[in-house]
């Protein structure tokens, strides 16, 4: 549960301006469009604060500061600069800011949509429409996300025979639906053309403290959260694996947490199998139905999801327009590919489950270790 976390206060993140960036930021679109390396670097050296002062801050307002130096360290890397070669000052005071809100220390895809401020105030690269609507896109996603992670908790407490493992897949399958609605209103606003050749070299990794550090990237959703709980925790693959272990940094520390608790689970796909396999298939019990069909729902839901988001991906990094060869939050296509046929696997075996049928003579009950 999200309890008092003030990573969850998005209004007075978004308020927050500890560096008194709102004018000089509001500029930035016109640097980027001119390449302005130097008035980029001005910038960014103007608005580093004294390391003391920044400790002091609470932590909606660090975020608030990383947020806004972000900006200027992906303007710069876009163009060719390393930042912290232009202006090494900076590199105690992102090292500091990222220990005080237990994050990484550069931007990520919260700084960059929900805790973003709305309307003139919106931190931008290019100032571009499209920008916004991606930037809309992608916030419109994190309230159900945050409502399915809590729903997964309960899932994972609950076996198939509970009526409540059906009610929480349910609850999972409305919330997880926004990121499906979301991802069709960017393709509806957003062309692949724009996002490949003019947003994407915004999210280039920067080098701090000799690290390299991702952009703020719509791949660091965190959808493998639902994945976690639902199927992933003991039925997935090594390169999915590699893919989370390069992405739990740059979530939220509370769900890093969820991540370190359940990774180790039994999933809701293994919990449904092995309750059906104990039963006969022509007689389940309502409640083992009802949580198969509620499952299957979730299943498919994310299976449409990651259909459409390789869709979308193929454009973009075609070769007529991609300028990369791996997707912005480190994901090659063909990553993107394993992880819809891993869902759509589960989804099978789910469905699969509810017609099996038994051998004559099997064992009518659990077996005995």
């Known amino acids: 549960m999200l309890g008092d976390d003030p990573r969850h206060r998005t209004e007075d993140i978004r308020a927050a301006d500890p560096l008194g960036a709102d ?3 509001a500029a930035v679109p016109a640097m980027n469009a001119r390449a302005d390396t130097a008035a980029l670097t001005v910038a960014l050296r103007a608005l580093v604060p ?5 400790a002091q801050w609470c932590v909606g307002a660090a975020l608030a500061a990383m947020r806004d130096l972000g900006i200027l360290l992906g303007s710069l890397k876009r163009h060719g600069v390393q930042p912290l070669v232009a202006v090494p000052e900076v590199l105690p005071v992102l090292e500091l800011l990222g220990r005080r809100t237990d994050m990484v220390p550069r931007d990520t895809v919260h700084h960059y949509t929900t805790w973003n401020p709305l309307g003139r105030r919106r931190r931008s690269y290019t100032g571009h429409p499209a920008e916004a609507r991606l930037q809309e896109a992608v916030r419109m996603v994190f309230p159900g996300l945050v409502a399915a992670v809590d729903d997964c908790s309960r899932v994972a407490r609950l076996e198939p025979y509970d009526p409540g493992f059906a009610a929480a897949l349910d609850r999972i399958a409305c919330h997880v639906r926004a990121m499906v609605e979301a991802i069709d209103l960017t393709v509806a606003q957003v062309s692949p053309e724009y996002f490949a050749v003019t947003l994407r070299p915004y999210f280039e990794e920067v080098e701090v403290g000799g690290r390299d550090y991702l952009g703020p990237a719509a791949a660091q ?6 994945d976690l709980t639902l199927w992933q925790c003991d039925r997935s693959d090594a390169a999915y694996e590699h893919f989370l272990a390069e992405s739990l940094p740059y979530a939220l520390p509370s769900w890093r947490e969820f991540h370190a608790v359940h990774r180790g689970g039994v999933s809701a796909v293994s919990k449904l199998s092995a309750a059906v396999s104990w039963e006969r298939a022509d007689r389940l019990p309502p409640e083992l139905v009802a949580s198969a069909a509620a499952l ?6 994310l299976k449409t999801f990651r259909a459409r988001h390789l869709g979308i991906a193929r454009k973009a990094y075609s070769d007529d327009v991609r300028l990369y060869e791996e997707g912005s939050g480190g994901a090659p296509i063909v990553l993107l590919r394993a992880i819809l046929d891993l869902t759509r696997e589960n989804e099978t075996m789910v469905r699969r489950a509810t017609v099996r049928r038994r051998p ?5 009950g659990p077996a005995v270790a």
């Open 50 to 54: 004294d390391p003391d002062r920044a």
């Open 360 to 364: 004559a003579g099997a064992p009518v």
């Open 296 to 301: 299957g729902r979730v299943l498919r839901i």
């Open 221 to 226: 959703v965190p959808l493998w959260l639902v």
């Open 23 to 25: 004018a000089l930021l």
